[in-house]
């Protein structure tokens, strides 16, 4: 139960990686505890194309981690006061990658309904960035898989700026969690 999942899971189409990761597990050893949460709320990042995605101004040194190995932590800081998980998808080169956006406390955890909150409650932060979470203390695990029925999409929250970007249907999220941080209305691809 607490394996990681394999490289070859993240190296396939983005959309698809987002939508799978719906369930699984989020686990961190930490502090001689093992952290446990089920995963209920994702968006996908891609590439420099989506304008919505870091990747879209270029190889940087903050986006960097995007380009790398699929498997691997991308976290970073925003507004100042929040760090981000998201996990990196696509072989080397392709800038891809899934956001973390809300989980269920399946250990001793406090809520988190934002990735932000997330990251909080993980304890994860910039040291992290780039972490192969196919191999590490932090890591994605089999879980409790969603019923087809109640995995919904919609636009993404909060990449108005991204013009038509902003509008495609790349957030995923189990329709009956309460920990969604979200709008729960199901929107389908055109």
């Known amino acids: ?15 698809e990686v987002a ?10 050893d930490r502090d001689g505890a093992t952290h446990i949460a089920r995963l209920v709320e994702t968006e996908a990042y891609l590439g420099e194309e989506d304008l ?21 932590a991308y976290i970073y800081f925003i507004y100042g006061m929040y760090w981000c998980l998201n996990v990196v998808t696509q072989p080397i080169g392709r800038p891809y990658a899934v956001l973390l956006r809300a989980a269920e406390p399946v250990s001793d955890l406090p809520a988190m ?3 932000g909150k997330l990251c909080r409650a993980f304890g994860l932060d910039g040291q ?27 636009p993404r929250i909060g ?10 249907p790349l957030r995923f999220f189990d329709s009956t969690s309460r920990a969604v941080s979200g ?8």
Do not use: Q
Request: proline share 10%; glycine share 8%; with cysteine.
């Open 113 to 115: 309904n934002g990735p």
């Open 52 to 72: 919505a995605c870091h990747a879209s101004k270029g190889h940087t040194k903050r986006t960097a981690p995007m380009f790398g190995e699929a498997g691997h």
């Open 159 to 168: 990449v108005a700026y991204a013009g038509p970007w902003a509008e495609k």
């Open 128 to 154: 992290l960035n780039r972490v192969d979470l196919t191999s590490s203390a932090l890591r994605i695990t089999e879980g409790e898989p969603v019923p087809e029925e109640r995995v919904c999409s919609s």
């Open 1 to 15: 139960m607490l394996e990681a999942l394999p490289r070859d899971f993240y190296l396939r189409p983005t959309e």
């Open 19 to 28: 939508h799978d990761l719906l369930g699984r597990y989020l686990v961190f």
């Open 183 to 190: 709008p729960r209305r199901r929107r389908t691809p055109d």
